[in-house]
């Protein structure tokens, strides 16, 4: 057999895997932004309802675009900010990550979506020292977070503003 046989052959093959991966990725893609956009509930103002005396929080979220939604999550004292996190949920080509930048972090942290249905949602990340799991459960105009890791767990409680 020459080489301009089995190239033709060859250039098929190749083409046929390319088409294979982007179509896998597409699917990929396609179940992540239709994640995302089930995530979308949480879009708004939060006011935390279990802070400690003389303390207000608050978490706000806004869907950026098809792939993001991007959240602060504030502590206050007074007119003192004790607390600021910035946060976002993204899609991209490996799943859906929550991603948190605290000044304590040198660099921002990501948890992976690990389960999610209508009305709550899991992100875990086991390498983080904490928390390794991030909650987010909805009850109507109400929000329980819950941080937890090594044994250890902390109930936020949000309504919708």
Do not use: C
């Amino acid at each position: 057999m020459d080489s301009k046989a089995l190239s033709v052959p060859l250039a098929i093959l190749t083409l046929m895997l390319f088409l294979a991966n982007n179509s896998t990725t597409s699917a990929q893609n396609i179940k992540t932004n239709s994640a995302l956009k089930d995530l979308k509930w949480l879009s708004g103002q939060w006011e935390r309802t279990n802070n400690k005396p003389g303390r207000n929080g608050h978490e706000r979220w806004l869907m950026k675009s098809a792939n993001e939604l991007d959240g602060v999550g504030v502590t206050m004292k007074g007119s003192d900010t004790l607390f600021i996190e910035k946060l976002k949920i993204i899609a991209v080509d490996s799943g859906i990550y929550y991603v948190a930048d605290v000044a304590e972090n040198k660099k921002p942290v990501p948890f992976k979506l690990t389960s999610a249905t209508s009305s709550a949602f899991v992100f875990e990340n086991s390498l983080h020292d904490f928390p390794k799991r991030i909650e987010y459960l909805r009850e109507s105009e109400k929000l329980h977070v819950v941080v937890s890791g090594n044994g250890k767990a902390i109930d936020y409680f949000f309504s919708k503003r």
